[in-house]
């Protein structure tokens, strides 16, 4: 089955640092990304949506100022946390959705996930 | 308000004990995926239903869309150890967006 890598798969950094986390779609071309974000012992909240060569699309109360989304190629969206403070600490996962085959039935192919700590 | 209710929340049984998994809406949904997640990766799909009333099963595990495709349930069978996790259903909401998800079951099966 298709592939989506997440690197890194862990970061600890101090409060007021950034952190780029990188999404890529190793066996096929993902037009469309999607980040999620994960609190303990919670389920997935979809944060943005973002899409190659074009500015991504936040959730109500995601700040898109703090958290920077690029998709500058098919197979690679990065998320940048921007000065994290220790209540961004979560689980970040991305997911991919192929340009065909994947996209029909709304199936899409999950990264292993980063987990952000700031201390 | 939740889109999809799963119920249980959590779920901890003995090894060889039947369970079932309940997700549940007022909408009516094209197609609905069931996600299995272990502690710090990212989901795996297990199956996705698309017609009212269809039934899937994956080795021990019984997946069912109901006819009206608001609600679905998942059955293990006979679980085991291995099967622990979160299991998460999902909708699309079509195009472009996202999965939303069911806020889980917690299943632990205890040797």
């Known amino acids: 089955g298709a592939v989506v890598s997440q690197h890194p798969s862990w970061v600890i950094c101090k409060s007021g640092t950034s952190v780029k986390i990188e999404c890529r779609s190793l066996d096929f071309q993902a037009t469309t990304m999607f980040w999620y974000r994960q609190f303990p012992k919670q389920s997935l909240m979809l944060m943005a949506t973002s899409n190659e060569g074009s500015k991504a699309t936040y959730e109500q109360g995601v700040e898109k100022d703090k958290f920077l989304i690029n998709h500058a190629s098919l197979t690679l969206s990065t998320l940048t946390v921007t000065s994290a403070h220790p209540e961004d600490s979560s689980f970040y996962i991305c997911?991919?959705?192929?340009?065909?085959?994947?996209?029909?039935?709304?199936?899409?192919?999950f990264g292993e996930g980063s987990r952000l700590t700031v201390l | 308000t939740q889109l999809l209710e799963q119920s249980p929340q959590f779920l901890s049984i003995q090894e060889g004990e039947n369970l079932t998994v309940y997700c549940n809406s007022s909408s009516v949904f094209s197609s609905l995926q069931w996600y299995r997640q272990e502690p710090g990766e990212g989901p795996v799909l297990l199956v996705t239903v698309v017609t009212g009333g269809e039934v899937k099963k994956l080795k021990r595990l019984t997946f069912q869309f109901g006819d009206a495709r608001k609600d679905s349930s998942l059955h293990i069978t006979a679980a085991q150890p291995g099967d622990t996790g979160l299991y998460l259903c999902a909708i699309s909401g079509g195009g472009a967006d996202g999965l939303t998800f069911g806020k889980g079951t917690h299943l632990i099966i205890q040797p």
């Open positions: 997911s991919a959705r192929g340009t065909s085959g994947s996209a029909n039935t709304g199936e899409l192919f």
